[in-house]
């Protein structure tokens, strides 16, 4: 699976962007999704997740009621819809895709820089 973030930018504190995460090669909607994000210095953390069908979500609590995870099988692409943002949202966000117990298909990543 091929897989190309977009969307990503500067915006300032409290302000909106999506992302998308276009899949091609093999059916995307066989597999659950997740967005992870690194920020300099840090490691690699998963953001949020999505099953196959889309039908349940997981959330790291500091994007609780923030982000939101979804995903067009019709169109092999997972969207994350990040509102009220935070400096410390500030990152590389990857999408990724679990072909097997792991996540072990990964896009190229989008910036994301939140300003004060």
């Known amino acids: 699976v091929l897989l190309v973030e977009s969307g990503g930018g500067l915006v300032q504190s409290g302000g909106s962007l999506r992302l998308s995460c276009a899949a091609s090669g093999r059916t995307a909607s066989n597999y659950a999704m997740g967005w992870f994000r690194q920020a300099p210095g840090k490691e690699r953390e998963i953001v949020t997740a999505i099953s196959s069908g889309g039908g349940r979500t997981h959330y790291a609590d500091s994007v609780k009621g923030r982000f939101t995870i979804s995903r067009d099988n019709a169109k092999n692409t997972i969207y994350l819809q990040m509102n009220s943002l935070k400096p410390e949202d500030t990152a590389v966000y990857y999408c990724?895709?679990?072909?097997?117990?792991?996540?072990?298909?990964w896009g190229q990543g989008t910036q994301v820089t939140v300003s004060s």
């Open positions: 990724a895709a679990r072909l097997t117990s792991e996540y072990d298909c």
